[in-house]
């Protein structure tokens, strides 16, 4: 469990790093808050999928199923 969490926090990490490189190379002084935001929720997403993990002690199977049915209907819907 511990593996895992540090594993989570890595990824986090990278993501961090990954959308920085982002902001300084694309995104433009019109658009930097939005892209912050879009961000800042991103990764405010990805802590609270590992803290309910963590604390609800629950697998994360339900999450996905309903994470790919959501993604199976925006592709339908396109």
Known sequence: MG???????????VFILCAQ???HFTAGKAYEKYVKLLIGIMVLAQFTVQAR???LGADNAGLWEEIERFQRELESAA
């Open 3 to 13: 593996g895992e969490f540090l594993d989570s926090l890595k990824n986090i990490g």
């Open 21 to 23: 490189c982002l902001m």
């Open 53 to 55: 993990a963590v604390f």
